[in-house]
Nanobody
Framework: QVQLVESGGGLVQAGGSLRLPCTASGRSSSSAVIGWFRQVPGKERDFLARISRLGGSTDYADSVKGRFTISRDNTKNTLYLQMNSLKPEDTAVYYC????????????WGQGTQVTVSS
């Protein structure tokens, strides 16, 4: 079992930056693959980035490559999504998710945090 709690969301102007922490707890939290996703009302949840258990491997969606950075600090059981050069189209609810495997499905999800980018 892994419990995830996102924070750090809010209102930011276009071109600005935000860092979203995701705090993980549970017996398997430090050994989980972590992914970040976002969802706009009425649309599917989109994959943004993922990071391996020890942080040695990362993967990004083309839409955020070069602007967003995923990282983790296993000593603090915290994952991060650093978002730079934000655009109004980045407005969404952002979720972190965890799974045992480096795949496309995730067993555990946080509750999400709202990010709004104003133009």
């Amino acid at each position: 079992q892994v419990q995830l709690v996102e924070s750090g969301g809010g209102l930011v102007q276009a071109g600005g930056s935000l860092r979203l922490p995701c705090t993980a707890s549970g017996r398997s939290s430090s050994s989980a693959v972590i992914g970040w996703f976002r969802q706009v009302p009425g649309k599917e949840r989109d994959f943004l980035a993922r990071i391996s258990r020890l942080g040695g491997s990362t993967d990004y969606a083309d839409s955020v490559k070069g602007r967003f950075t995923i990282s983790r600090d296993n000593t603090k059981n915290t994952l991060y999504l650093q978002m730079n050069s934000l655009k109004p189209e980045d407005t969404a609810v952002y979720y972190c998710a965890a799974d045992r495997l480096w795949g496309t499905t995730y067993a555990y999800w946080g509750q999400g945090t709202q990010v709004t980018v104003s133009s």
